[in-house]
């Protein structure tokens, strides 16, 4: 009944909330409150949240316990709740660390169509090391050697050489897109995220990744892909 309620919320802005819906649709995401006024989730590590006011989302952050490892506000008062509750205490002592995004999503039923002529492959232990070098986002080795070992990062070989990866994250999103420096402009992003995103329909599921405000390269791609962008932003907060 409380899934059924959440979903029922998250559907009224479906793109803006896809990471929530997916969570849900495949089982990763449990539902701590649904109600008229919101909903919050834990999905994998991740505390999800969307609130209808700010007094709401000020009730469902007095909710989360004292450690978070990473949580996710769908509106800006969200955020500032969760500012307002952990700003100053020992976990975030250094900081809370913001980044804004939308969501690219695949809202079409049919395969994404690109070509190249690069091998997709996915990526074995061997790479862990090479992935984590080159991921520029953040290091954290021990995370990518979770994912490969999960077998969700996929590279893209010209010949025997690795040109680009992308993979997927814990909580579900398409990312970790990187393109080699000497394979840059070569379609090599495209080839990539259409194999994610047809592996993603071949599964059930809907394909979407989030995009940090300021990546016009990363927006650019997904506007010629095809790919619907969110209107409204969400914040990913963390340590």
């Known amino acids: 009944m409380k899934n059924q309620i959440a979903e029922a919320?998250?559907?009224?802005?479906?793109?803006?909330?896809?990471?929530?819906?997916?969570?849900?649709r495949r089982g990763i995401g449990q539902v701590l409150y649904?109600?008229?006024?919101?909903?919050?989730?834990l999905?994998?590590?991740?505390?999800?949240?969307?609130?209808?006011?700010?007094?709401?989302?000020?009730?469902?952050?007095?909710?989360?316990?004292?450690?978070?490892?990473?949580f996710v506000a769908h509106e800006s008062y969200g955020k500032t709740a969760f500012e307002e509750r952990f700003r100053g205490?020992?976990?975030?002592?250094?900081?809370?660390?913001?980044?804004?995004?939308?969501?690219?999503?695949?809202?079409?039923?049919?395969p994404m169509q690109v070509s190249g002529e690069y091998q997709i492959r996915r990526l074995t232990e061997e790479y862990t090391e090479a992935v984590e070098k080159q991921y520029h986002l953040f290091d954290d080795l021990?995370?990518?050697?979770?994912?490969?070992?999960?077998?969700?990062?996929?590279?893209?070989?010209?010949?025997?050489?690795?040109?680009?990866f992308i993979g997927e994250h814990s909580e579900g999103g398409i990312g970790m897109l990187e393109v080699y420096p000497a394979f840059?402009?070569?379609?090599?992003?495209?080839?990539?995220?259409?194999d994610a995103v047809n592996r993603g329909l071949s599964a059930g599921?809907?394909?979407?990744?989030?995009?940090?405000?300021?990546?016009?390269?990363?927006?650019?791609?997904q506007h010629s892909l095809g790919m619907t962008i969110s209107e409204a932003e969400h914040y990913w907060l963390f340590a």
């Open 9 to 24: 919320y998250l559907k009224k802005g479906s793109v803006g909330h896809i990471d929530m819906l997916e969570a849900l």
């Open 34 to 41: 649904a109600g008229k006024d919101g909903v919050q989730m």
């Open 43 to 70: 999905v994998r590590e991740t505390y999800m949240q969307s609130a209808s006011s700010p007094e709401a989302a000020r009730r469902l952050t007095a909710m989360l316990p004292d450690h978070v490892c990473a």
């Open 89 to 110: 205490t020992e976990q975030f002592h250094d900081g809370i660390f913001c980044n804004p995004c939308r969501f690219a999503v695949w809202t079409e039923k049919t």
């Open 142 to 164: 021990a995370y990518i050697a979770e994912r490969i070992q999960a077998g969700t990062i996929y590279g893209a070989f010209s010949g025997d050489e690795l040109a680009g």
């Open 184 to 194: 840059r402009r070569k379609g090599v992003g495209s080839v990539l995220v259409a």
């Open 205 to 221: 599921k809907t394909a979407y990744g989030d995009v940090i405000l300021g990546n016009e390269a990363s927006f650019a791609l």
